[in-house]
């Protein structure tokens, strides 16, 4: 044997030693890609229920949302129905006050007026 075939040996045997320590980290990098192919389908299967049942949330909260805007829009005509009412009470009580108010002081005063001079005759 020679010393280019010694050399060409050794190489082959390192050459050797080398891949079968490459395979081993090869091998467990292999066995974490099928487990992350099996979680990825996992989750893609686990996912559909979830988006499904929070597409049916989103649907009953949005007619939710629509019934509460008829609510706000009924308090908000009933809210003007009163200050209309509250608008009209105030306007017919200035009226009152105006056409009445006057000669009710005025009678009342000359009421007084009458019951007082009425008892001071009478104790005399």
């Known amino acids: 044997m020679t010393v280019g075939e010694i050399a060409g040996l050794l190489a082959a045997v390192a050459l050797c030693v ?66 209309v009412v509250s608008e009209n009470a105030a306007q017919m009580s200035q009226l009152f006050s105006a056409t009445l108010g006057g000669p009710l002081v005025k009678t009342a005063a000359f009421t007084y007026g009458v019951r007082s001079a009425l008892k001071g005759r009478r104790k005399k």
Request: proline content about 3%; aromatic content about 4%.
């Open 18 to 83: 080398l891949v079968a320590f490459c395979a081993v980290p090869l091998f467990k990098l292999g066995r974490v890609l099928e487990e992350l192919r099996l979680t990825v389908r996992d989750v893609g299967h686990n996912s559909v229920p979830i988006l499904q049942e929070l597409k049916s949330t989103v649907e009953a909260t949005n007619d939710e949302i629509a019934k509460l805007s008829l609510v706000t829009e009924d308090v908000h005509k009933v809210s003007g129905h009163a200050t």
